[in-house]
């Protein structure tokens, strides 16, 4: 059974970077065969896409975040990240990292002055 956690979330200001990484354990395949991303769920609304890596390796990221976060993932470690920089207050949410079909438990970004 897959598990998956999330950490490296936390308070920035605006314009502030964070990164998030999210491990898994108990994969049953390579890690780069599964599709994983990461989504994010602010209050009142419902969880979206932020960057995701589709079992092709392609990587596709939501409009709001191109040219700002980076996704990256190491095989070896069994492990997804995603670089948060040019932090905005609207990207205050809690983010959670998807493996396969398996989601982590998420991690609080809130960005603020």
């Known amino acids: 059974q897959v598990q998956v956690v999330e950490s490296g979330g936390g308070w920035v200001q605006p314009g502030g970077s964070l990164r998030l990484s999210c491990a898994a354990s108990?994969?049953?395949?390579?890690?780069?065969?599964?599709?994983t991303g990461w989504y994010r769920q602010a209050p009142g609304t419902n969880r979206n896409l932020v960057a995701t890596f589709s079992a092709d390796g392609t990587v596709h990221y939501t409009d709001s975040v191109k040219d700002r976060f980076t996704i990256s993932r190491d095989a070896d470690k069994n492990a997804l990240y995603l670089q948060m920089d040019s932090l905005k207050p609207e990207d205050t949410a809690v983010y959670y990292c998807?493996?396969?079909?398996?989601w982590g438990q998420g991690t609080q970004v809130t960005v603020s002055s």
């Open positions: 998807k493996i396969g079909r398996t």
């Open positions: 108990g994969t049953k395949y390579s890690f780069n065969a599964y599709a």
